[in-house]
C-alpha cells in the first residue's frame, strides 16, 4: 500500500481566514514533504520533515506553517494567505533513516487551494 | 545549487510513435533520478534509477540513467492517448542531520506530451 492522503481536496479561503491542510500516511515513512505547484510548473520543495522535526524550510513565508504531530500525520496550517499562494499543495513522504541509496518519494492526491 | 532540465519542453505525436524524453542534472550528493508522469492530479510515480539500477523498463516504458553523462531519458513506444501527460523528471539530493538522512527532490520543468489518436 503506497498511499499518502491528503485532506481537503479543494479549498477556498478568504484572505484572513485561517485554515489548515491535512496529510497522513501509514507506510511507516519517517520523512514527509509538502510541495506546492503552480499551474504548468513542477513542484517546488516548501518543507521536509525527518523524524517529526523540520529538517528544510524552504524561506516559505510565515503565513504557511507546518506541524508534525507524530510519525504519520503532516500538517500545513494556513493564516492571511494572498491570491497568489493559490495553488496545488501536494504531500509526500519516503523511507527516510538511514542513509542508503535511492528514497521513491510518494504523493499524496494533492489538495487544491483557491484564496480569494 | 541543484538543477535538473528536460527536453523537450512539449512533444506532440501520434499513436504508435515511439517518443524519448530528456533529463539531465547537476545535484550534490546524488541518491537517485526519478520519472513522475503527472495528469490533472499529483505526480504518479513511474521509475527510481539509482547507482546500482541504471535501467529500468515496464510495459512500453524504459528509461536508462548515464551516470558519467549526468542524464537519464525516458522511452515510449507505441504511444496512445492515454500516454499524453506531463512528464517529470526529479533528482534526489541527500541530506544528513543528526544521525538521519532525508531525500529532497528537486524537478525539471516537464515534457508535455501530447498523443492524437
Known amino acids: 500500500d503506497t498511499e499518502v492522503t491528503q485532506t481537503p481536496k479543494h479549498l477556498v479561503m478568504g484572505m484572513t481566514n485561517k485554515k489548515s491542510l491535512k496529510c497522513e500516511q501509514h507506510?511507516?515513512?519517517?520523512?514527509m514533504y509538502w510541495y506546492k505547484q503552480k499551474a504548468k510548473k513542477p513542484p517546488e520543495l516548501m518543507f521536509v520533515?525527518?523524524?517529526?522535526?523540520?529538517?528544510i524550510n524552504e524561506s516559505v513565508p510565515s503565513r504557511f506553517s507546518p506541524e508534525c504531530p507524530n510519525s504519520s500525520l503532516l500538517n500545513l496550517h494556513l493564516h492571511a494567505l494572498q491570491p497568489e499562494d493559490s495553488a496545488l499543495y501536494l504531500c509526500?513522504?519516503?523511507?527516510?533513516?538511514?542513509?542508503?541509496?535511492?528514497?521513491?518519494?510518494?504523493f499524496g492526491e494533492g489538495s487544491w487551494l483557491t484564496v480569494v | 545549487e541543484d538543477k535538473v532540465v528536460q527536453s523537450p519542453l512539449s512533444l506532440v505525436v501520434h499513436e504508435g510513435d515511439t517518443v524519448t524524453l530528456n533529463c539531465s542534472y547537476e545535484?550534490?550528493?546524488?541518491?537517485?533520478l526519478l520519472w513522475y508522469k503527472q495528469e490533472k492530479k499529483a505526480p504518479t510515480f513511474l521509475f527510481m534509477l539509482?547507482?546500482?539500477?541504471i535501467e529500468k523498463k515496464s510495459g512500453r516504458l524504459s528509461s536508462i540513467l548515464d551516470k558519467k553523462e549526468l542524464s537519464s531519458i525516458l522511452n515510449i513506444t507505441a504511444t496512445q492517448t492515454g500516454d499524453s501527460a506531463i512528464y517529470l523528471c526529479?533528482?534526489?539530493?541527500?541530506?544528513?542531520?543528526?544521525?538521519?538522512?532525508?531525500?529532497?527532490?528537486?524537478f525539471g520543468q516537464g515534457t508535455i506530451l501530447t498523443v492524437h489518436p
Open positions: 509526500a513522504s519516503s523511507r527516510g533513516g538511514v542513509v542508503f541509496s535511492g528514497n521513491t518519494i510518494y
Open positions: 507506510m511507516g515513512h519517517r520523512a
Open positions: 520533515y525527518s523524524y517529526e522535526k523540520l529538517s
Open positions: 545535484v550534490t550528493n546524488f541518491r537517485s
Open positions: 539509482t547507482s546500482s539500477g
Open positions: 526529479a533528482v534526489e539530493g541527500g541530506y544528513n542531520a543528526g544521525g538521519t538522512s532525508y531525500g529532497k527532490l528537486t
